[in-house]
Every structure is written in C-alpha cells, then in structure tokens.
C-alpha cells in the first residue's frame, strides 16, 4: 500500500516548495511515486487548500515573530523577528515599530 499523505507532509511540501515539489516529496517527505510532488500541489490548488496553507505558515510566522519580540530577552533574537514580520509584510506591534525607529 502506498504511503498517504497528512498535514504535516503538505504543510512541509508548501515550506520549501521553491526547492521543487518533486524533490521535497521524494527525498524529505520519502514518497516514491513519479511527480507526486507537482500532483500533489496540483490537487491542493484545484481544491483550494494551498491558499489556506500558505496563509497557516503566514499567520505561524507572525506569532513566533510576535512572541519573540514579547518575550526573548536576547536584543538580536528580538531584532530578526521584528525583521522577518516586516519582510514578510505581517502585521508588527506599535510598540515594537516605535522602538525600532
């Protein structure tokens, strides 16, 4: 029986998809068929699901950048979060804006 695939397998499949969807699902995720990679991400597309994903790593990287600036007592830690959610075009804490400036 061939392997299925879960969340957690999609969910890394959408992380590194600029390494190649075929790659990541043969060589990390270990899936043995031809292009199950590229048919994956094409169902999810058809579906509708690989815009949730993207926007579930969107919404997880903001609450590690924000808990990070909360609460890391390390200033570099604090200043590569703040970094991150402004590259990444997320919403930062008025706070944290104010002091970076």
């Given at each position: 029986m061939s392997r299925r695939w879960s969340i957690d397998d999609d969910m890394m499949l959408a992380r590194?998809?600029?390494m190649g969807p075929d790659w990541v699902a043969s060589h990390d995720l270990g899936f043995k068929g031809k292009n199950a990679g590229?048919?994956?991400v094409k169902l999810l597309k058809e579906t509708g699901v690989?815009?949730?994903?993207?926007?579930?790593?969107?919404?997880?990287?903001?609450?590690y950048g924000w808990h990070t600036l909360a609460f890391s007592k390390?200033?570099?830690?604090?200043?590569?979060?703040?970094?991150?959610?402004?590259?990444?075009r997320l919403p930062t804490p008025d706070w944290a804006t104010e002091a970076a400036s």
């Open positions: 590194h998809f600029g590229s048919n994956r690989w815009e949730k994903l993207l926007d579930l790593i969107q919404a997880q990287t903001a609450l390390d200033e570099e830690a604090r200043s590569m979060a703040f970094d991150a959610l402004v590259e990444a």
